[in-house]
Each structure stands twice: as C-alpha cells, then as structure tokens.
C-alpha cells in the first residue's frame, strides 16, 4: 500500500523539521513544507498530499485558517489544525473551514497519528458520500421524470430540471418552501388535491395518484400528471424525508381521449347501420312472406278453378296485399292492393295502416286494437272480416279481409300481412 503524503505548513523551521521526522517515523511520507501560507497553496495545487498539517499562525499576510479554507473548497484535501493557541475566537474561526482535526502544541506522537489517521478516514467517506451524491444528482437529472425530495417537515430539500420544468418553479426558488407551494394538484373536477408527500409522511406508507389530477404552474398552464410520493426510512425505520416522484402525462389523456371519441363514434356507426339492417332485414322478411302469401293465393285460385272446370291456365291473382311492421305501418302493397284502396305504395309507405284502410262501420281505434292483437301474438284465432271497404275516392267495394302475422328469423311477430279479397267484382257505388 502506498504511503500516505503530507504536506507541512510551519513557520518555525525547527517545529518543522521534528514535526517531519515525528511524521517519517510512523510512516508517513513528507513531500514538502512551507512556512508561508501563499507559498503553501502553490505547492499543493502542484503535489496533491494527501493531508495536509496546518499551523494557524504562519508569517505574511494570510494566516493558516485563509489558506486552510482555499485548500478544502478548491482541492477537497483534509486540513489538520497544529497551534499552540486555544482561545474560543480562533477555534470559532478555524471551525468554520470544517477542519478535520485540531491540535494544540505540543503534542505526542501518538495524538498526532491518531488525529491524521481519523483525518484521512473522514476524506475518504466525504469523498465517497459526494461521489455518491453527484452520482445521485446526474441520475436524477437524466431522469425522465421530475423528483422532488423533502424532509420529514414535507420541506423541499432537492429538486430536478424536469421537475423544475413541469411546476414552473425553479430549484433555488423551491428549497426550503413546503411542497404544497411547489407541487400544486387538483382532481379532475377542480377540487384541490391533498398534498401527497405529507400523505406518505404521515401514514408513512407509498402514496399513488388514483384519479387523473391536473398539475397547476404559477404561471396558470395546466397538465395531466401521474405520481407517486414515498417515506424514505432510515435503516433503524426512521423517517428522514420523502420522495415524490411524477409525470407529464398529458399526451397519453390526449390519445385516450380521442380513441374513447373514436370507439364511440364506430359504436355509433355501428349501433346505426345495424338498425338499417335490421330494417332491411325485417322488409326483406316481410317481401318474402308477402309472396309466399302471393303464392299461396294463387295456388288457392288455381285449384278452385280446376275443381270447378274453368281452370283458365293461368291463375290470376286478384287479391289485395299489405305489409304492416309491428308498429301498423305499411311497409309493402302490391297493384291489386292500390287498385283498391286507391293508395299508391309510394304514397302509402310508412302510413298508418288505419289512415289507408277505411271500413265501413268500424273505427279507426277498433280497426287498430284488432290488428295490434294480432302483431302482439294475442289474438286466439286469425283475423277474418267481411266487410265494405272505402276506397280514397269514397268508392265501397265489398270485400273479405283476413290479417295473419309474419315472424323474423328467431320466432318473434314483427309484422303481419293483410290479405283484401272482393267478394263482389263490381262496386256497390259512391257515397
């Protein structure tokens, strides 16, 4: 192991020179003495000691305490005071340079070597704690998030530029305030939101934003931020402090939100252009019964007329057909239907059925409440009428009206078919 070096600063040469032969005796390496304090600084920017003994009464215009204080800030090399002066205004002064040791002349060896042995042991845990300190501080600010720490009074005692960035607070304005001050939070209905770092030191426990808060800077902007504030504990569990850590996500609530615009508009697309289907769906259900009631009509005439001998090769249909939904509008007619009732389709689509078929004696309520306890699945037996029918233009055509639901694809009625046959060919007359 490499001897340790120390540099000498005495103005009494024989001081000195026992002074290094003490120091050469136990060991330690002497690279150099000085007895003036401006002389000493040079040499040791120059060599680099390890320790350095400093006398506090040197010769010149700057005394050892000037130079042991240059010393430490510039080149963080372990001062040890020697003097013979013990008076409270010199230690006072010599205190505040933060020497690592103090020894009144004379002294014995052992003291001496006890004194620089506990000297270079503090130097070296002050430079591994600030190794580990500008470690700390380059993570924190590489970071990406910002960190606030705070002792156990929730006041701020360190603080990164990302968390300087996203407050609007710099860190000499943060140290020392409370963190309220610093970091201030709302809840997404603009309430204020409870401090989260005297949170975790209170119940001395990890505290997590449950909600989306908004972040408020003093100059008024405003940003969506995640958190999280954790108790720092000693190693007996003591608290010393907290830690808050959080993040800009403003972006993310931004993306979110138009997707939840998105996802609801396609919902809506979607909702839309399944009610078109189904509406397709349900007249196409309701063209095909219309025709298979057609066909049925026509094989029906068809077989009459064979049975009677006048099959004419061609059955004809003369019966009228409409096409009700479940709520007794006219979907679909076809000609026989508008020859009758003297409505076109166009004119009739989406008409109350009552509105286009006028019967002689019954209302339009009576003619509703039978057809709607048919479309409900009510009625007991099919509907079948003979009756006048009053076509638009005040015409009476004797007719039998027979009404028989339709049902979709599962089972349910959602509609039905009116079947209008004359019983007489010609009509009875004008009103």
Request: with cysteine; glycine share 6%; net charge negative.
């Amino acid at each position: 192991m490499a001897e340790t070096s120390v540099w000498i600063v005495e103005d009494e040469s024989i001081v000195a020179m026992d002074l290094k032969a003490r120091l050469l005796k136990m060991g330690y390496s002497v690279v150099g003495i000085s007895g003036y304090a401006e002389e000493a600084i040079e040499a040791i920017r120059l060599n680099l000691p390890d320790i350095v003994l400093m006398d506090i009464v040197l010769k010149g215009t700057m005394d050892g305490i000037e130079a042991a204080a240059i010393i430490r800030e510039e080149l963080e090399i372990p001062v040890v005071y020697l003097t013979a002066y013990s008076e409270e205004g010199t230690i006072s002064r010599a205190k505040v340079t933060e020497p690592y040791g103090y020894i009144l002349k004379p002294f014995m060896e052992r003291d001496l070597q006890i004194a620089i042995e506990i000297a270079l042991y503090k130097s070296s845990m002050e430079r591994r704690l600030r190794a580990s300190e500008r470690w700390l501080k380059t993570t924190m600010q590489s970071m990406g998030e910002g960190i606030i720490a705070t002792d156990t009074g929730g006041v701020v005692r360190l603080m990164n530029p990302v968390a300087s960035r996203l407050t609007g607070v710099s860190e000499d304005e943060a140290i020392g305030t409370l963190l309220g001050a610093v970091f201030r939070i709302e809840s997404g209905n603009g309430s204020q939101g409870e401090d989260p770092v005297l949170q975790a030191l209170r119940d001395q426990r990890a505290i997590h934003s449950d909600q989306l808060m908004v972040l408020v800077s003093p100059d008024g902007s405003r940003r969506f931020v995640e958190y999280t504030a954790t108790p720092i504990m000693d190693e007996k569990e003591h608290l010393t402090g907290s830690v808050l850590i959080f993040r800009d996500i403003s972006d993310r609530v931004r993306i979110e939100e138009e997707l939840r615009r998105h996802r609801e508009h396609l919902e809506e697309l979607v909702a839309e252009r399944t009610l078109e289907l189904r509406k397709v769906n349900t007249r196409l259900e309701q063209t095909l019964h219309y025709i298979d009631m057609a066909e049925k009509k026509w094989v029906e005439e068809a077989f009459v007329s064979e049975v009677a001998g006048n099959y004419p090769g061609q059955p004809r249909m003369p019966d009228g057909l409409i096409s009700i939904d479940s709520g007794l509008h006219v979907r679909l007619i076809n000609y026989a239907a508008e020859e009758m009732i003297g409505w076109t389709q166009k004119d009739a689509e989406n008409q109350p059925l009552s509105e286009i078929l006028s019967l002689e004696g019954h209302s339009k309520d009576a003619i509703a409440k039978q057809l709607h306890s048919v479309v409900a699945g009510s009625a007991r037996e099919p509907m079948e009428l003979d009756c006048v029918l009053l076509r638009r233009d005040r015409v009476k055509i004797q007719v039998r009206i027979s009404v028989e639901p339709f049902r979709d694809h599962s089972g349910v009625i959602s509609g039905a078919t009116i079947s209008i046959h004359r019983i007489q060919p010609s009509s009875i007359g004008k009103i």
